[in-house]
């Protein structure tokens, strides 16, 4: 182990951390949850603005009059697209979490 290393070992396990490893799987966590926000945000913005979620605004796609046809259209992408997101963000997520194996 490197000085350079063993500094980093030391100031992780003074903040409370065990090593490095957990320090970093905390960061990404944390950074995660943040991105995972951001979609959250924006899938909300698409149902306030609908008043509905994703799968009734699919439904409902072309009795829709309020909003034209190509303002549907690419809400109707860009909303699949942050859903799709999330869902890959909650399964990284998952993957990080500390396993809760039985005994």
């Not at 903040?15 to 951001?38: H, N, P, T």
């Not at 008043?51 to 549907?72: A, H, I, P, V």
Request: charged share 30%; glycine share 2%; no cysteine.
């Amino acid at each position: 182990m490197t000085v350079q290393q063993a500094a980093i070992e030391l100031a992780v396990q003074q903040i409370g951390f065990k090593s490095v490893y957990d320090f970093a799987a905390q960061k990404l966590r944390d950074s995660l949850l943040e991105e995972i926000k951001v979609s959250l945000d924006a899938i909300d913005v698409f149902e306030r603005k609908y008043g509905m979620n994703y799968e009734q605004f699919k439904n409902q796609f072309f009795s829709l009059k309020t909003f034209d046809l190509f303002e549907r259209e690419d809400d109707s992408m860009d909303w699949s697209a942050e859903i799709a997101q999330l869902r890959i963000l909650e399964k990284r997520l998952a993957q990080l979490l500390p396993s809760n194996a039985a005994s």
